[in-house]
């Protein structure tokens, strides 16, 4: 889910895309992924405030 720049109050689209990384690292959901054999992940994070828009990606090792 793409969390809004409003859920995180005073932080920026880039703090926001963070926090949404980390949620993507500690949410594990990557594990059911690698089980079934998928190599390659990408975990994207989006973050909105209005118009808009930021995102960050990193890929998942």
Known sequence: MS???DAFVGETLKTACDEALKQIEAKEYKTDLKAAGVNKII???L??????V???YRAAE
């Not at 973050?47 to 808009?52: H, I, Q, S």
Request: charged share 35%.
């Open 3 to 5: 969390p809004s720049a």
């Open 43 to 45: 975990e994207i994070a």
């Open 47 to 52: 973050a909105f405030e209005g118009k808009k």
């Open 54 to 56: 930021m995102m960050k």
